[in-house]
């Protein structure tokens, strides 16, 4: 894997490239991991949004931020914009061409927003990065990441009240998510963020109530449910709207186009919205 940030883009933006040769272990692994037979063989088409196991950013411990993620000041392509906790809060994918496995990619990653504003809970900022991931001289995906950062919770605030998720699915589908998977896939996405795994920081440092299932967990499991219920994908949308733990179960719910995900309690966890490759 090679890694490198090009300034000479227009307006001088830095574009941040990287490549992979997509090993078709990984993706085996996740689908072991969500407990899918494992399929994956060099020359084999990824399952979508399976491209998150791959193009890998390490950094040596001294560059990590306190939530285990890099430190923004040395990540080269998010800016520090001063708040300490991150989420992502959502994104958008074109698919245009299926990605193999074994068969050498190339991610190019640049930032095509960032603001700070002041919200009701105080100070927000919002970043939006744009990938396109090139693979046999074809760009074949294309995906805007939605970051959202934030203050620390005061001691004692309220916290927010999340939306009420729908009851009129036409398929639903019955998941949980073990501290074991939550490990493996922040393994797999070399995703160090501590709220997903170590327990004391997720509930004293960040207020919440157990382990974080990882957002692109949640939105991977429901575009598996929409490819297998509509066929290939040419785009694909969702937004995080509450967080799940770990110790919930949850229903992948799915109507026509929309699908959700919606908690024990009737939160809406997660909105998406699916179009099938004509």
């Known amino acids: 894997m090679t890694q490198s940030i090009d300034t000479a883009s227009p307006k001088d933006t830095k574009v941040f490239r990287s490549t992979d040769m997509m090993d078709p272990a990984r993706s085996a692994a996740l689908q072991v991991a969500l407990g899918l037979q494992p399929s994956m063989t060099a020359g084999a088409e ?150 997903h795994y170590d327990l004391d920081y997720a509930c004293e440092v960040e207020g919440y109530t157990g382990l974080v299932v990882h957002g692109p967990l949640l939105a991977q499991q429901l575009m598996l449910l929409a490819e297998e219920l509509m066929g290939p994908l040419a785009e694909f949308s969702f937004r995080a709207t509450a967080p799940l733990m770990h110790f919930e179960a949850a229903s992948l719910c799915c109507k026509g186009r929309d699908l959700w995900v919606r908690a024990p309690d009737g939160r809406q966890c997660m909105q998406a919205q699916a179009v099938p490759r004509a």
């Open 46 to 195: 990824l399952p979508p949004f399976f491209h998150q196991l791959y193009f890998w950013t390490p950094m040596p411990p001294d560059q990590l931020g306190r939530d285990g993620h890099p430190g923004l000041s040395k990540s080269g392509l998010i800016p520090d914009l001063g708040l300490p906790r991150r989420m992502w809060a959502g994104g958008r994918l074109q698919f245009e061409h299926p990605l193999q496995a074994g068969v050498e990619a190339e991610k190019r990653s640049a930032v095509e927003r960032s603001e700070r504003k002041l919200g009701r809970t105080g100070p927000l900022g919002f970043v939006t990065l744009r990938h396109d991931i090139h693979q046999q001289g074809r760009c074949c995906l294309s995906e805007w990441h939605d970051l959202v950062y934030r203050e620390d919770p005061a001691p004692g605030a309220p916290k927010p009240v999340p939306p009420r998720a729908r009851e009129d699915e036409e398929v639903a589908r019955q998941v949980s998510f073990s501290s074991t998977l939550l490990f493996r896939y922040s393994a797999l996405t070399f995703n160090g963020h501590r709220i």
